[in-house]
Every structure is written in C-alpha cells, then in structure tokens.
C-alpha cells in the first residue's frame, strides 16, 4: 500500500529555490500529522548539490537526477523522470512548490497515473485522518475545500501556493541518505528542444528574497511624490515595490509589481503605502509575516489584513514616519 510523502524541490543550478523549501515544510507538517515519512526528489543541473542541501531538513531520503537530458526543464523530461521515481518510492502523496515550472508538467504528471492534480493550495488541515487542502476561487474572493476520493495504488498530486506555507517553518538539522535515483530516459521522447533560456524581465533585486518591502499604490497620486515614499525604503533598509496602477502608468518598472499578475512575496515586514488593498494585490503580499498600512480611507479592505495601521495623509505620515526611523538609527 502506498505510503508516505514525496516532494519534487524545485532547484536552480545546485540551489534550492524558496518555494522549493516551502513546499518540503508542507510536507514536513503533513507528514508529522499523518504519522508518515517524507523524502524527497530533486532534479536538473547540479541536483546533486541541492539534494545535498535537502538532505539537511528532517526528511527520510532525498534522491537526485541529472542526467543530460534534464540539463534543461522540458515537461516531458521532468515528468518522465519523476513518474519513475515515483514508481519506485510508491508515495501517497507527490507535493511540488506551485512554480512556473510544477503548472507546466505536473498535470502531465498527475494525468500519467490517471490522477487529478489540485493545484495552488494555499493551505490545508487534517481531518478525519485524511487532508483537506484549500485554494482561492474568484481571484482570492473565497476559500474553497477540496480533498481526495480514497483510491489505492497511485498517489495524490498537490502543488503549494509561494508562501502558503514558511520556509521558517522548515524542520533542518537531518541527515538523509542522498541517494542517485537512476533515472534512465532513453527511449522517452522530449519533444521541447531548449535552445536559449533567457529572463523576461531583468531587475535589479528579486522581491520574493527581500526581508523588508516598503510598496506604493496610487495613493501616491503622481510620479514626482514617489521620493516620498523611497526615503522611507532607504531608511528601512527595504526593497521598493508598488502595486500594479503605479508599474501600469510607468511610474515604477513592471519587475516591481505585487499581485496576482506581479510577484508573490513573504517578507518580515510589508509596509503598504497608499494602497487600497484590492483582492489581486492581497494575494502577492498575504504571506507577510507582519504588515503595516498607511492610507487616509479608514475603510481601505488593506487594514483587513494590516497588523498596524496608520489613518492618515502619506504625505504628512511617511516623512513623520522616516524621520523617526532615522532619529532611531542615529
């Protein structure tokens, strides 16, 4: 019977990605919950490197595949190689970081065992000895329950909203046997042929790294009041972002946008500056660990979700604000 939790972490070159961890955490807590064990696979260039990383959370085993035809992600090459894992390890469970990368081959995946595959959960509960895994429906507008019909034989496909769950949550200090899974692709044909990988957007910092974001919205009113609210980044030591009406007018570069057609964040600390707080911005930044709102409409839905907030002017808090941090500073 087919037991236990395997996670496909996403890595880059040798290094794990964060959604990578976040989604080994996940399984970490759903495996303590369901008293079951938790290994993981770890594939492309370098695996070995990140499987070796893996290999420090408390998990079981962590396996390993780099073979030449995984040098570059295609869709064929990744689900082939990890339906043969799976295979071997017989999981009840296959969990991934809901990545570009998961929503592109893990329906391919899922689909090959005759499964279905719920995707981009942002969190779940154990329940009567089964999980229950949430998604958003309608944009974020509601939460929505979904678990599985008990089948045995092939496991269950569940992918991780980024921040759905920390990667502080994370259980390190293991020491998992690392392991070459063999995964031989011969015969299996890869019908992608990478010839250039190359960045849609080059920014200068990646948002989903930072500690501390200050972000903007259309509270700003204008181009030139943005020194405002950069002052207050510079004093935070933070990383300026905005929501997607100041990256639409050109204000700020579309690399710094937060939301569900921009970048999903989970910093330490969000400040949010005049912004009003609509549905397709929460769910970039609801995985904060604390957030602070600053706007003048007591009623803006931010201060839902706010541990702090501040009603009032920008242009009167913000400054108040920095130079306080400043004084603080020395």
């Given at each position: 019977?087919?037991?236990?939790?395997?996670?496909?972490?996403?890595?880059?070159?040798?290094?794990?990605?964060?959604?990578?961890?976040?989604?080994?955490?996940?399984?970490?807590?759903?495996?303590?919950?369901?008293?079951?064990?938790?290994?993981?696979?770890?594939?492309?260039?370098?695996?070995?490197?990140?499987?070796?990383?893996?290999?420090?959370?408390?998990?079981?085993?962590?396996?390993?595949?780099?073979?030449?035809?995984?040098?570059?992600y295609t869709p064929d090459g990744f689900s082939a190689a990890a339906r043969q894992v799976i295979e071997r390890a017989q999981p009840q469970y296959v969990f991934a970081g809901h990545s570009?990368?998961?929503?592109?081959?893990?329906?391919?995946?899922?689909?090959?065992?005759?499964?279905?595959?719920?995707?981009?959960?942002?969190?779940?509960?154990?329940?009567?000895?089964?999980?229950?895994?949430?998604?958003?429906?309608?944009?974020?507008?509601?939460?929505?329950?979904?678990?599985?019909?008990?089948?045995?034989?092939?496991?269950?496909?569940?992918?991780?909203?980024?921040?759905?769950?920390?990667?502080?949550?994370?259980?390190?200090?293991?020491?998992?046997?690392?392991?070459?899974?063999?995964?031989?692709?011969?015969?299996?044909?890869?019908?992608?042929?990478?010839?250039?990988?190359?960045?849609?957007?080059?920014?200068?910092?990646?948002?989903?790294?930072?500690?501390?974001?200050?972000?903007?919205?259309?509270?700003?009113?204008?181009?030139?009041?943005?020194?405002?609210?950069?002052?207050?980044?510079?004093?935070?030591?933070?990383?300026?972002?905005?929501?997607?009406?100041?990256?639409?007018?050109?204000?700020?570069?579309?690399?710094?946008?937060?939301?569900?057609?921009?970048?999903?964040?989970?910093?330490?600390?969000?400040?949010?500056?005049?912004?009003?707080?609509?549905?397709?911005?929460?769910?970039?930044?609801?995985?904060?660990?604390?957030?602070?709102?600053?706007?003048?409409?007591?009623?803006?839905?931010?201060?839902?979700?706010?541990?702090?907030?501040?009603?009032?002017?920008?242009?009167?808090?913000?400054?108040?604000?920095?130079?306080?941090?400043?004084?603080?500073?020395?």
């Amino acid at each position: 019977m087919a037991s236990g939790i395997l996670t496909i972490v996403e890595q880059n070159d040798g290094k794990v990605s964060r959604i990578g961890w976040e989604a080994l955490a996940a399984a970490q807590e759903i495996g303590a919950a369901l008293n079951q064990p938790v290994s993981a696979f770890v594939l492309g260039k370098n695996a070995q490197a990140a499987a070796k990383s893996v290999a420090e959370a408390k998990i079981q085993q962590a396996w390993f595949a780099e073979n030449a035809e995984l040098a570059n992600y295609t869709p064929d090459g990744f689900s082939a190689a990890a339906r043969q894992v799976i295979e071997r390890a017989q999981p009840q469970y296959v969990f991934a970081g809901h990545s570009y990368q998961a929503r592109d081959y893990m329906p391919k995946l899922a689909t090959s065992f005759g499964r279905v595959f719920i995707s981009d959960s942002v969190g779940f509960r154990h329940e009567g000895g089964a999980v229950v895994f949430v998604r958003q429906m309608f944009q974020g507008k509601i939460n929505t329950d979904f678990s599985f019909t008990p089948q045995s034989g092939t496991p269950y496909f569940v992918s991780f909203q980024a921040s759905a769950v920390s990667s502080d949550k994370l259980q390190k200090g293991g020491s998992a046997a690392v392991a070459d899974a063999g995964v031989n692709l011969t015969g299996v044909a890869i019908r992608t042929n990478v010839l250039e990988i190359f960045e849609g957007v080059k920014g200068k910092v990646d948002l989903t790294k930072a500690d501390i974001i200050v972000s903007v919205g259309r509270g700003i009113k204008e181009k030139d009041k943005l020194p405002v609210v950069e002052e207050l980044a510079k004093a935070l030591s933070a990383d300026l972002a905005a929501s997607r009406p100041v990256c639409d007018d050109g204000w700020l570069p579309m690399d710094r946008q937060i939301g569900s057609s921009g970048q999903t964040v989970a910093p330490k600390l969000y400040v949010a500056v005049g912004i009003s707080g609509a549905i397709q911005h929460i769910v970039g930044m609801k995985g904060s660990r604390v957030v602070v709102a600053i706007n003048k409409d007591e009623r803006a839905p931010i201060f839902d979700i706010a541990d702090y907030g501040v009603v009032g002017d920008l242009f009167e808090v913000v400054p108040a604000l920095t130079a306080a941090i400043k004084e603080v500073k020395g």
